[in-house]
T-cell receptor, first 111, second 115 residues
Framework: RKEVEQDPGPFNVPEGATVAFNCTYS??????FFWYRQDCRKEPKLLMS???SGNEDGRFTAQLNRASQYISLLIRDSKLSDSATYLC????????????FGRGTSLIVHP | DTAVSQTPKYLVTQMGNDKSIKCEQN?????MYWYKQDSKKFLKIMFS???????INETVPNRFSPKSPDKAHLNLHINSLELGDSAVYFC??????????????FGSGTRLTVV
């Protein structure tokens, strides 16, 4: 089974810190990648798509490294409200279109 | 306006019962999904429908039967419920099978507890 691996954490950081998560994927046919945020007992919500050239959205930066088959998420100037679980998703193009979710990385931002 | 709505939000039932979960989306998406998130928070796809046609049917017991009456609705019927079926079931939708670059929009989930 093709997998997506994430460090479950928790990552415990103070407000204002910079934190980075990595996510490795084993299916080299994966073409589309996403980061989702899931709060406790809530549904996953799209945080950002991950583009080949890397992309930034405010304090969040996503990178894709195809050679090493990983994606990363960098959060700058962490806020208390960033506390959540961050899920990465890899989706192959064509064929089955079956998305594979990682188990998520838990982030706790404390005062 | 709720984009993807599913009912019920909570479902507690006894083993052996049959239950249904309903899902509706008002985003105009052509693809809908059912996901299961177990106690270890692992989110796994169960089914997907594109324009009412079954596209993905992962290794799911045939006690689970999805039904899509139209593009905006995808229901899930579960027969002979077992303890191991206890989980949170999420409905989701997207434009196109690849998420169209915008990923998947999830409903708020149905927390199923089988006792």
């Amino acid at each position: 089974r093709k997998e997506v691996e994430q460090d479950p954490g928790p990552f415990n950081v103070p407000e204002g810190a910079t934190v980075a998560f990595n996510c490795t994927y084993s299916n080299s046919a994966s073409q589309s990648f996403f980061w989702y945020r899931q709060d406790c007992r809530k549904e996953p919500k799209l945080l950002m798509s991950v583009y080949s050239s890397g992309n930034e959205d405010g304090r969040f930066t996503a990178q894709l490294n195809r050679a090493s088959q990983y994606i990363s998420l960098l959060i700058r100037d962490s806020k208390l409200s960033d506390s959540a679980t961050y899920l990465c998703v890899a989706l192959p193009s064509g064929g089955s279109y079956i998305p594979t979710f990682g188990r998520g990385t838990s982030l706790i931002v404390h005062p | 306006d709720t984009a993807v709505s599913q009912t019920p939000k909570y479902l507690v039932t006894q083993m052996g019962n049959d239950k249904s979960i309903k899902c509706e989306q008002n985003l105009g998406h052509d693809t809908m999904y059912w996901y299961k998130q177990d106690s270890k928070k692992f989110l796994k796809i169960m089914f997907s429908y594109n324009n009412k046609e079954l596209i993905i049917n992962e290794t799911v017991p045939n006690r689970f039967s999805p039904k899509s009456p139209d593009k905006a609705h995808l229901n899930l019927h579960i027969n002979s419920l077992e303890l191991g079926d206890s989980a949170v079931y999420f409905c989701a939708s997207s434009q196109g099978l690849s998420g169209g670059g915008h990923g998947y929009t999830f409903g708020s989930g149905t927390r199923l507890t089988v006792v």
